[in-house]
T-cell receptor, first 115, second 112 residues
Framework: KAGVTQTPRYLIKTRGQQVTLSCSPISGHRSVSWYQQTPGQGLQFLFEYFSETQRNKGNFPGRFSGRQFSNSRSEMNVSTLELGDSALYLC??????????????FGEGSRLTVL | DQQVKQNSPSLSVQEGRISILNCDYTNSMFDYFLWYKKYPAEGPTFLISISSIKDKNEDGRFTVFLNKSAKHLSLHIVPSQPGDSAVYFCAARGSNDYKLSFGAGTTVTVRA
C-alpha cells in the first residue's frame, strides 16, 4: 500500500512569490492534515480537511490556504512568501474511524526555502 | 501558545540503558496522547499512544506513562538501541479535536 506522497520534496522561492504544495493520501484515507515544522517549534497545525471540507484551522495568517479534492488529494498554498515561511511542510492522512485516536500517517514533507 | 512542552531538546544514552523522555501539557481537555518518532528526511511515524483513562501503555521496548494530575507523560525505551536515535515528538488531542498539538521534540542519541 503506497504511503502519503508529497510533491515537490524540495523547492526554493524568493520573498513575495507564492507556492503550491501537493499531497496524495493513502488510498482510502479521507482526512488530510497539514503541519509546519520549524526548528525549535515542533509541528504546528495548519489545517485539516475531510470530504473536501475544512474542519479545523490553526493559527496561521490568511496567506496560508488549502483545499481538498473529491479524490481526497489536497493542496496547500502560501502567498506572498516571507523568510519565516521557510520550513518543512508535512501532510498527514488518517483512515476512517481513526480520527479520534489521532494516529496520523505522515508523508516525507516538502522542504521550502524562501530567499 | 505551546500547549505541549518537551523541555529537553536532546538526550544522550548508552546502548542498552533506559531512555526516558518527558512531556508536559497545559490543556486539561486533552484526553489522548501519542508519541511519534522522526528520522532525518523522513516524516514522523507513530510509535505509541495512551488514552487518558489509562496510566500506562506498553508495546515491546516502549512504555508510556501518564500522570493526569500532574499533566505529565513520559516515554521509556528499554533497552535503548542505536536505531532508536531519532527525534521524538509528544502529541496530544482533545476528544472533539481534529488536530494534534505537538511538542518541540527531543533528539535522542544512543551511543554504542
Amino acid at each position: 500500500k503506497a504511503g502519503v506522497t508529497q510533491t515537490p520534496r524540495y523547492l526554493i522561492k524568493t520573498r513575495g512569490q507564492q507556492v503550491t504544495l501537493s499531497c496524495s493520501p493513502i488510498s482510502g484515507h479521507r482526512s488530510v492534515s497539514w503541519y509546519q515544522q520549524t526548528p525549535g517549534q515542533g509541528l504546528q497545525f495548519l489545517f485539516e480537511y475531510f470530504s473536501e471540507t475544512q474542519r479545523n484551522k490553526g493559527n496561521f495568517p490568511g496567506r496560508f490556504s488549502g483545499r481538498q479534492f473529491s479524490n481526497s488529494r489536497s493542496e496547500m498554498n502560501v502567498s506572498t512568501l516571507e523568510l519565516g515561511d521557510s520550513a518543512l511542510y508535512l501532510c498527514a492522512s488518517s483512515p476512517p474511524g481513526q480520527g479520534y485516536t489521532g494516529e496520523l500517517f505522515f508523508g516525507e514533507g516538502s522542504r521550502l526555502t524562501v530567499l | 501558545d505551546q500547549q505541549v512542552k518537551q523541555n529537553s531538546p536532546s538526550l544522550s544514552v548508552q546502548e542498552g540503558r533506559i531512555s526516558i523522555l518527558n512531556c508536559d501539557y497545559t490543556n486539561s481537555m486533552f484526553d489522548y496522547f501519542l508519541w511519534y518518532k522522526k528520522y532525518p528526511a523522513e516524516g514522523p511515524t507513530f510509535l505509541i499512544s495512551i488514552s487518558s483513562i489509562k496510566d500506562k501503555n506498553e508495546d515491546g521496548r516502549f512504555t508510556v506513562f501518564l500522570n493526569k494530575s500532574a499533566k505529565h507523560l513520559s516515554l521509556h525505551i528499554v533497552p535503548s538501541q542505536p536505531g532508536d536515535s531519532a527525534v521524538y515528538f509528544c502529541a496530544a488531542r482533545g476528544s472533539n479535536d481534529y488536530k494534534l498539538s505537538f511538542g518541540a521534540g527531543t533528539t535522542v542519541t544512543v551511543r554504542a
